[in-house]
């Protein structure tokens, strides 16, 4: 049973454009939720990330929607470039869990045309 | 920046072989984590650990053991590998358990059970 959702698993977008990913989870106790970004050959690193407090979490040009009451978020990624190109993770944890068990979503793969 | 080494990079091994998996970080960090990565599941915790010696089951344990020698030092252990097990392993390490805190993860070990 996947906890956390992501869709779609792939989005190819134009240069400029906006891509739009979208992500649900299943747990009300999750409060945490960061985005990884993974790109081929590499480790994922974490991009942003937010509080289940806020709706809305900007930094550059990358900004997270959250919606507590339907459990779903999405990542927005602006202006796109041909080196957003990579894989992003949804992930969710409960911040007085221990060990910081994320647990990561199925990913979405994002090319993005010049 | 955390500095997280995997190593091999990739390993071939038949049905039945032992394989152990070594990650390294060198950032005194008290948590690591073992993840594998597939298409179609994303990420997923296989073991972690909050010190030397100690060993925490993730999320799919089975088939999997794993040491915490050192707080450096965090190795993966097939002893009886399967095809199923051919995957990519990805070591993560974080400051502290819980809260809001940022896995730094490895750049993976590509890893072929013919």
């Known amino acids: 049973q996947q906890q956390v959702r992501q869709s779609p698993q792939s989005l190819t977008v134009w240069e400029g454009e906006t891509a739009i990913l979208n992500c649900s989870y299943e747990n009300s106790a999750f409060d945490y939720f960061p985005w990884y970004q993974q790109f081929p050959g590499e480790g994922p690193a974490l991009l942003i990330s937010?509080?289940?407090?806020?709706d809305k979490k900007e930094d550059g040009r990358f900004t997270i929607f959250f919606n507590k009451r339907e459990k779903k978020l999405s990542l927005h990624i602006a202006d796109s470039q041909p080196g957003d190109s990579a894989t992003y993770f949804c992930?969710?944890?409960?911040?007085?869990?221990?060990?910081?068990?994320?647990?990561f979503g199925i990913g979405t793969r994002v090319l993005v045309r010049p | 920046e955390a500095a997280v080494t995997q190593s091999p990079r990739n390993k071939v091994t038949v049905t039945g072989g032992n394989v152990t998996l070594s990650c390294r970080q060198t950032n005194s960090h008290n948590y690591m984590y073992w993840y594998r990565q597939d298409t179609g599941h994303g990420l997923r915790l296989i073991h972690y650990s909050y010190g030397a010696g100690n060993l925490q089951i993730g999320d799919v344990p089975d088939g999997y053991k794993a040491t915490r020698t050192t707080q450096e030092d965090f190795f993966l252990l097939l002893e009886l590998a399967s095809p199923s097990q051919t995957s990519l392993y990805f070591c993560a390490s974080s400051d502290v358990g819980g809260g809001q805190n940022t896995l730094y993860f490895g750049a993976g070990t590509r890893l072929s059970v013919l």
């Open positions: 992930a969710a944890s409960m911040t007085n869990s221990a060990g910081n068990k994320l647990t």
């Open positions: 937010i509080l289940s407090v806020s």
